[in-house]
């Protein structure tokens, strides 16, 4: 009986340098910050920490002041919702010439136009938007909006690109029209996940969208700055525990959607 003999497997060289080189990036970078972590944990620093967390509490739960936050959560839902929506509707447009269905030039252009659209923070369109619209939400939702396109462009060419068109050539082979034999194949077979996809960028635009609020984009973000401004931690406190349950609504209600789309899809 003739017995197999192991060979150890040989070392990945390649990988020790690369984790080598990774390794000395982050010790370089610590010793460039020149961060000192004995300052951050000495009895003055954390009496210090303790007084500012301690003035945050108790939140202030004055009616007033709820109905003003729960104005502030509206308006940030409003401001995520409409940027996801309208983000998704370009998004999928540029799609169809990025997937490569219109020429390589059509391609190419509007691939150009995702990657420049979602290489921009959301923080710097905010900025922008509320120069050229004005400071409020539809600032915000423009913001979102013109990111978000960038992601979800993205995303809906390359899930067009990996989806079969066996489907959608037998349409067109049986006499259906070009449009149609989309709808009625290739685009049904992505939808689930174009789907998917927005709900996911609509959590993280809830995120996002409180935050936009700190340049001028409405909502909770912009409650909170002005309530942190003028020192007042209290008001402050009662926006982040809005904040906190305005996206763990958010984050439930989209699991729900997305495991009920993939249910009716199975």
């Avoid at 197999?4 to 690369?18: A, F, K, Y």
């Avoid at 954390?46 to 104005?71: I, T």
Wanted: glycine share 10%.
């Amino acid at each position: 009986m003739s017995t197999v003999m192991l060979q150890p497997p040989s070392p990945c060289w390649r990988c020790r340098v690369t984790a080598a080189l990774i390794l000395a990036a982050v010790v370089a970078s610590f010793a460039y910050l020149g961060i000192d972590f004995r300052a951050l944990f000495t009895g003055e620093s954390l009496r210090l920490m303790g007084q500012f967390v301690a003035e945050f509490f108790p939140p202030d739960v004055s009616p007033e002041f709820l109905a003003k936050a729960g104005w502030g959560a509206l308006q940030t839902l409003a401001v995520s919702a409409l940027g996801t929506l309208l983000a998704a509707a370009a998004g999928a447009v540029l799609a169809l010439p990025a997937s490569g269905r219109f020429g390589h030039i059509a391609q190419a252009t509007s691939r150009f136009a995702l990657n420049f659209l979602r290489s921009v923070p959301e923080l710097v369109w905010a900025a922008l938007m509320v120069l050229a619209a004005g400071i409020g939400p539809f600032a915000g939702a423009l913001a979102l909006a013109l990111h978000t396109t960038g992601v979800l462009g993205r995303l809906f060419a390359e899930g067009l690109e990996n989806a079969p068109r066996a489907p959608e050539d037998a349409l067109v082979l049986a006499g259906a029209r070009p449009v149609s034999a989309f709808v009625y194949a290739s685009l049904q077979i992505v939808l689930p996940q174009w789907v998917a996809y927005t709900l996911y960028r609509w959590e993280m635009n809830i995120r996002m969208a409180a935050v936009l609020g700190f340049v001028g984009g409405g909502g909770l973000g912009q409650l909170l700055y002005f309530h942190l401004s003028i020192f007042q931690q209290q008001q402050a406190m009662t926006v982040l525990i809005a904040m906190f349950g305005l996206v763990a609504l958010v984050d439930f209600l989209s699991g729900r959607l997305r495991r009920g789309l993939g249910s009716a899809y199975a």
